[in-house]
T-cell receptor
């Protein structure tokens, strides 16, 4: 079983749609959680951190359920510029901090 | 502005060659990472380091080694390159576990 698993993609949505990404992680000792965005042929960049209380940044809302070991990302009012691959990321303490990426979910937003 | 610099954007090597991939960060970060990214597999962690001269194996360390002699520099070494090591290699650094990872632009390695 992969340590971090995400929805298989791709997601194809029209502009203005709401889209949800799901992610599960296997190690209950995971301590920090993130969503990254990766544009085609570019390096990943942090989109937002994920907290147990949930957090929102404009059109983006992230949720964490530690009991279910589940992370989600909701994008409201999708824009063409949201087209990218979204990566679920967890970090756990193994002496150093090991940071594991999910395989990513590709999103295409169409006009 | 934060910066992670990888020495080569594109490399072509022959099977059996020794390959060095260099990564330098200018943010005084403690943690540095090497990943490889392949279609359908995402980013897979090869090695990481949380201090000078310290290293830990990631999920796919076989065929690779690393060196961290100075805080700002983390090198990935392929002792004897093989065709299955053809990939995009991404270096990253972070201040701590709660912090953001900053990535270099990547090094695309082709092993013939």
């Amino acid at each position: 079983r992969k340590e971090v698993e995400q929805d298989p993609g791709p997601f194809n949505v029209p502009e203005g749609a709401t889209v949800a990404f799901n992610c599960t992680y296997s190690n209950s000792a995971s301590q920090s959680f993130f969503w990254y965005r990766q544009d085609c042929r570019k390096e990943p960049k942090l989109l937002m951190s994920v907290y147990s209380s949930g957090n929102e940044d404009g059109r983006f809302t992230a949720q964490l359920n530690r009991a279910s070991q589940y992370i989600s990302l909701l994008i409201r009012d999708s824009k063409l510029s949201d087209s990218a691959t979204y990566l679920c990321v967890v970090s756990l303490n193994t002496g150093g901090f090991k940071t594991i990426f999910g395989a990513g979910t590709r999103l295409f937003v169409k006009a | 502005d934060v910066k992670v610099t990888q020495s080569s954007r594109y490399l072509v090597k022959r099977t059996g060659e020794k390959v060095f991939l260099e990564c330098v960060q200018d943010m005084d970060h403690e943690n540095m990472f090497w990943y490889r990214q392949d279609p359908g597999l995402g980013l897979r962690l090869i090695y990481f380091s949380y201090d000078v001269k310290m290293k830990e194996k990631g999920d796919i360390p076989e065929g690779y080694s690393v060196s961290r002699e100075k805080k700002e520099r983390f090198s990935l070494i392929l002792e004897s390159a093989s065709t299955n090591q053809t990939s995009m290699y991404l270096c990253a650094s972070s201040r701590d576990s709660t912090g953001e990872l900053f990535f270099g632009e990547g090094s695309r390695l082709t092993v013939l």
